[in-house]
Each structure stands twice: as structure tokens, then as C-alpha cells.
DNA sequence: AGACGTTCTTAGATCGTTCTAGTGACAATA
DNA sequence: TATTGTCACTAGAACGATCTAAGAACGTCT
């Protein structure tokens, strides 16, 4: 049989079973109020049928589909990361996840709005690049939770990693290994670039040390460029703007005959997948992509279900520290030499 | 105002035109059969309201949505690119896709659930782990096309590279340089591994060679595990199951001290992102993601509209030559002792 | 026996669309 | 003038679920 078979329906199984097709109803959802021996009869016709039941129609009656829509951008590894965690706390949570990607010729709006169409009761989105303009207007549809990016207005819920605390730690770590010439390859246009960018900035300076940053980009080409930049005038120590740029510095490193961490320390953000590769083993600023995923679903599924009202959630990242830093050469020479009487 | 506003209907665009919800809906599907000024009267009272059909009644009641369910598993970065293409593919085709991953912890069975539920018309799912009994049962109920696996029975189109055509371009392209002992690190249990192995046995016998295979995976750490075990006994040219092992064997390589292509050329497949990247310049076996994804997509569409029966295309894969194969060093110098007169 | 309270069951309205089968109006044809 | 045809438009029934309100059935208490 070439020809698709209809769909079984409420009324089929309410056939089969001898009862109406509003007990079924009440059955398929666990509602109370249907007796232990008709429940069984019903739960045993829906099986032999095959029954499903059909998510647009019972959403269009009910207006609960229990499903949440989640944009990220198909070309960040680390977005990926998120949304494997946001899957794993939706479905404790007793929701499905419609997924959209972002990615070249497909923007934001578009992505969003295939979320709303598909029914999602609320959208977290991965890096936002919307202005807050949009982020309200569809924040008025439905509840939204904007991940990794908290200057969202106040009609939008976030949940994002402290930038300065984590560029802190990075800067802090970097400077008691005995470091004073870091340098901050930055994000150019990507979310949170800014935010990283003057944190580096306001830490180098409370240092007393110089903050040079130079031009870079989220993706392993632009750190690789970045890198062969700083060739001339080599620092002791690299802050990427995240672990791909990273993993190009190291390229770029390596390719001038300088060692990680021997010659140089090069610091990663977002302790990704890579960074764990047994052969990188990159030290990293991490945002913990499971606990972040699992607190906006949190948000999301309280604005869904309460009556809250939007807030923000700052999570404090943490420094995983693996072989890409250590103390400088210099430094320990130093250090040496500060062990010997000082002549003047 | 923290409640919701009620969703803007038909017959609320319909009152502000001044008309009935029949023609409004005739307008807003762009169907014929309403005068030029009343669809202007309409689109313009749609535009103020900001009306956004409401896609689960429509498909409640038409039974299509223009939706095709598309999964994939999260951790494979050349899984997100043909994810790009689909996109693009299909928007041109008019088709919206909904999005579904395989991750840790949620079995494909629930992807392809949840993109039933959504509403898809047909299912593309991009190498399926499901058994051919398991598919086949799927495809009774919506048109089903597998991606890089063709074994799934008569009633589930497939769009596929072909795997023997690939691994023979891979050693004829390893053997013209002059390499003679090259080692498959294969895929372990991943989808098409068994295909790729038994090619590049057949092929290397073919040209008289012994075919050597060594245990691997899908991702860089089997690479870098596979890598080290050929230490003690390194052939000249290893053919890896895919990019990401190769990227791991290329760094179990330098760890060792060796040089590619100088020392041991190496060939990944499916030239993802990776291989393109700058300093990597993988030479690949290319599927050619977009192409892929586009002949997969037509194949859906011509499924959902026309009553077409199932069909297996196979694209030839090509071979994209960067940096990581070159001659042998032996063969150079082998090269070298042929120029010169035998000496019994 | 009748009134009453539970518990189980059902009819019918409803969600926001599309689709079928009309109704009117107006021009063209006989 | 009556008939036919076209075109713009509309009323009302679907689609497959949920939900409300009300009807059976049954036992218990006066």
C-alpha cells in the first residue's frame, strides 16, 4: 500500500475501547477521574491502535504544548554543549525541546520565529544577537530567557557567566604564575566581546600592568591571524577570547617554534570540548555549559508555569587549569636570581 | 502589564477589515479568489495587529504544516553542516525544517518522536543508528530519508556517498604518490565503518597490497589512541574514518616526532571545517555536506508532494588534496636509485 | 423509599484554521 | 426578459484534541 494511512485518533481508540472519546481523553493525560478497570481497557486499545496523540490539536484546545524553543548557532561547538544539557533538564521537567539553528543566511528572527510557529511556550536563546528592541517585542508573545548575554532589557529573563569575575580569575592566575606582559586576543563583534574586553582592561590596570589587547574573533582563523600579529612584540602570556581562538594562537605559537607553555601561556574561555582533548589540554575560563543550560530551562519553565517576573542570573564561572599555563622563563630566572644577594 | 496577551486571530484581522474570516484566510495564504482592494484592506489590518497565523490549527486543519523534521547528532560538527544546507535548501523549497539532535542520554527513537509530534511531513535523519525494522515502521507513517547510510530497506529513501568509490580514491590517490604500506584506522561501530573497511581491504588487495587495519572511532581521541598503537610499526600513509580521527592521529604523530606530510602522509574523510582550517590544510575524501543535504531534501519534498516510491541515491565523493599527503621519503629516494643504472 | 453524595461517564462547546458549498451581484448571451 | 456564467465573498462544517457541565449508577443514610 503506496497510500499513507490515516492517523488513529481519539475517536478510534474510544471506539475500540466501548467508551467515549472524552474518557480516552482523560486517560491518555492521567487526569483523575476514570476507573481503575476502564483505564486499563483504554490504555490497552490505545497500544493495539498504535495511538498517538496529535500535539497540535490537543495544544490548540488546551494551549500547553510543553515544549520549549531553543535557538543556537550551528557553527559554536560550545552552543552544542548547551543544548545537549538543555535537553537532558527539560525532559526531568517533563518538556520537549524545539531546536533552531542560526547560521548563515538563516538570522535570528528567522529562527525565533519558527520557535513561535511550532508552538513553544517559552524561547531560550543561546547568544542573542537581536537588539533589545526585538528581545522585548517578542518577549510580549512569550517568555524569553537569553543565555551567555545579560544586557537584555528588563522585559527579558538571562542567565549568563560573570565576564569580569572570569576574566578576574584568568588575569589573577596568570599574574601570581609571574606573568606581567598578557596579552587579551578579543572576540571583535561577538557577544560578550565588549564585556570581556574592558574587564581585561580594568583588571591589567588594578594591576598596575599595561592592558594590550589586539583584534580577534571567535573562531580558531582569527586567533590564528591574532597570533602571527603578536610575533613581533611576543607577550608571556595569551588571554583568548575563547577556546577556539585559543586553539589558533597555539597554531600560530607553535608555528614560530615557541612552546606552549614553555615560552608561552595561552589561556582559553568556555572550557569546551577541545580544551579537553588529551592532546591540547588547554587551561580554560569555564562556564560550566550544563549548569548554565539547566538554570535558563529552570527560568523558563518558572515564567511558563508561575508568575514571575523576569530576572537575571549571574553565574560565577571557574578556572580549570591544565597545561597551557605556567610561570614564565624569565620569571623563573628571575625568581633565581632573586635568590641571590642583590648587587647594585 | 505582566499577562499575556491573547493571541491575535483570523477573526480578529477580520473585524478590523471589516470582513469575513473566510476571505481573510484566502488572503493570507495568498490563495485566489479576493478582489485586489480587499487584500489590501486585509494584508494591511494583518500588518497592524502584527497577525502570525497560528501554524497548529492550520495544520489541524490541512494537515500540512511545511515542515520537515530533520535530526542529528549534536557532537558531530559535519552533522551541523549539512544542518546549514537542509536550512537553506529548504527554505528555498518553501519548507520550514524542525530540528531535533541524538544526544547522550536521548536516543534517536525520541528525536524522531518529537519530530513527529511537531508536525513534520517527512524525516530526515543524517546517518541513523535505528535498525532497518525500526525505520521501516517510521516510514508507515511519514516519507523517511537516511543520510550517509543506504542499508535500510525498501521503504526508506536514501541519500548516501558512496563509501567503496571514496576509500578507492583514497588508496589510488595514497598509491600514485608511491605509498605502499597504508594503514585504514577505521570507525569502530559508527555508521558506515563496516562500508569504509571492507573498501579499503578490496582495494588495497587489488593492488597487491596487504590491507591493514587498525582500531579507531568517529572522534580525535580514537584517532590519538590509534595513533600511538602504530608507533612501534608506522606505515607510510594512514586513511583515517574521518577528519576528527585524523586530527588526533596527526597529533599522536608530532607527539612521536614526526613529520607530515614528510614523514607520514595522512587523509581524513568528509572534508568538514576542520580540514579546511588554515593550519590544519587536511587533504580529504569530500562528501560534499551541501550537495548531500540538498538531494536529501528534494527527496523529501518530491516524497511529501508527489507519490514517487522510495529510491537510493549515491553521490560519487571527491577527493580535495591539501598538505597532509605527499610522496614517501623512501619512495623519493627509491625514485632517486631507479635514475640510476642497476647494479645486479 | 426517597434524598443525598460519590464516582464514573458522556454530550457538546471550543481552540484557530481550512475547505466546501453556497449566495448575491453583475455582465454577457440568447 | 430570462438564462447563464463569472467573480467576490461568506456561512458553517470540519480537523483532533480538551474542558465544562451535566447525567447515570451506585451505595449510604435518614
Known amino acids: 500500500?503506496?497510500?499513507?494511512?490515516?492517523?488513529?485518533?481519539?475517536?478510534?481508540?474510544?471506539?475500540?475501547?466501548?467508551?467515549?472519546?472524552?474518557l480516552v481523553s482523560i486517560v491518555m493525560r492521567g487526569a483523575p477521574g476514570?476507573?481503575?478497570?476502564?483505564?486499563?481497557?483504554?490504555?490497552?486499545?490505545?497500544?493495539?491502535?498504535?495511538?498517538?496523540?496529535?500535539?497540535?490539536?490537543?495544544?490548540?484546545?488546551?494551549?500547553?504544548?510543553?515544549?520549549?524553543?531553543?535557538?543556537?548557532?550551528?557553527?559554536?561547538?560550545?552552543?552544542?554543549?548547551?543544548v545537549d544539557a538543555a535537553y537532558a533538564k527539560a525532559s526531568a521537567k517533563g518538556y520537549e525541546i524545539a531546536l533552531s539553528a542560526v547560521a548563515n543566511g538563516r538570522p535570528e528572527s528567522r529562527a525565533v520565529e519558527a520557535l513561535l510557529d511550532v508552538g513553544s511556550e517559552a524561547l531560550l536563546l543561546i547568544a542573542p544577537t537581536l537588539s533589545t528592541q526585538e528581545l522585548t517585542r517578542y518577549a510580549g508573545q512569550v517568555?524569553?530567557?537569553?543565555?551567555?548575554?545579560?544586557?537584555?532589557?528588563?522585559?527579558?529573563?538571562?542567565?549568563?557567566?560573570?565576564?569580569?569575575?572570569?576574566?578576574?580569575?584568568?588575569?589573577?592566575?596568570l599574574t601570581s604564575l609571574g606573568h606581567r606582559r598578557i596579552v587579551h586576543v578579543d572576540g571583535g563583534t561577538a557577544v560578550s566581546a565588549d564585556q570581556r574586553r574592558a574587564a581585561f582592561s580594568a583588571e591589567m590596570l588594578s594591576h598596575g600592568l599595561?592592558?594590550?589587547?589586539?583584534h580577534g574573533g571567535p573562531n580558531e582563523e582569527d586567533g590564528l591571524k591574532a597570533g602571527r600579529l603578536l610575533q613581533s612584540d611576543m607577550p608571556?602570556?595569551?588571554?583568548?577570547?575563547?577556546?577556539?581562538?585559543?586553539?589558533g594562537i597555539i597554531e600560530s605559537l607553535r608555528a614560530a617554534g615557541l612552546q606552549v607553555p614553555f615560552?608561552?601561556?595561552?589561556?582559553?574561555?568556555?572550557?569546551?570540548?577541545f580544551a579537553r582533548l588529551s592532546y591540547v589540554q588547554l587551561s580554560s575560563v569555564s562556564q560550566d555549559a550544563a549548569l548554565l543550560a539547566a538554570a535558563a530551562v529552570d527560568r523558563?519553565?518558572?515564567?511558563?508555569?508561575?508568575?514571575?517576573?523576569?530576572?537575571h542570573v549571574v553565574?560565577?564561572?571557574?578556572?580549570?587549569?591544565?597545561?597551557?599555563?605556567?610561570?614564565?622563563?624569565?620569571?623563573?630566572?628571575?625568581?633565581?636570581?632573586?635568590l641571590l644577594p642583590t648587587k647594585v
Open 143 to 173: 517568555p524569553m530567557v537569553s543565555l551567555l548575554r545579560d544586557d537584555v532589557g528588563d522585559r527579558v529573563d538571562s542567565v549568563s557567566s560573570d565576564n569580569y569575575a572570569g576574566i578576574r580569575m584568568a588575569v589573577d592566575h
Open 263 to 273: 615560552d608561552v601561556s595561552v589561556l582559553g574561555y568556555d572550557d569546551s570540548q
Open 300 to 311: 523558563a519553565v518558572d515564567r511558563i508555569e508561575g508568575t514571575q517576573p523576569p530576572s
Open 34 to 82: 476514570a476507573s481503575e478497570s476502564s483505564r486499563q481497557k483504554v490504555l490497552q486499545a490505545a497500544q493495539d491502535l498504535g495511538y498517538r496523540p496529535d500535539s497540535r490539536a490537543r495544544l490548540l484546545r488546551s494551549s500547553r504544548t510543553r515544549l520549549l524553543g531553543l535557538s543556537f548557532s550551528s557553527s559554536q561547538p560550545f552552543h552544542t554543549e548547551i
Open 210 to 214: 599595561a592592558p594590550v589587547t589586539v
Open 1 to 22: 500500500m503506496t497510500e499513507q494511512q490515516r492517523r488513529t485518533t481519539l475517536i478510534d481508540v474510544a471506539h475500540a475501547a466501548g467508551v467515549s472519546r472524552a
Open 236 to 247: 608571556t602570556a595569551i588571554i583568548a577570547f575563547n577556546d577556539r581562538s585559543a586553539l
Open 315 to 338: 553565574r560565577t564561572p571557574h578556572l580549570v587549569v591544565r597545561n597551557t599555563t605556567a610561570s614564565p622563563r624569565f620569571q623563573q630566572s628571575a625568581e633565581a636570581a632573586a
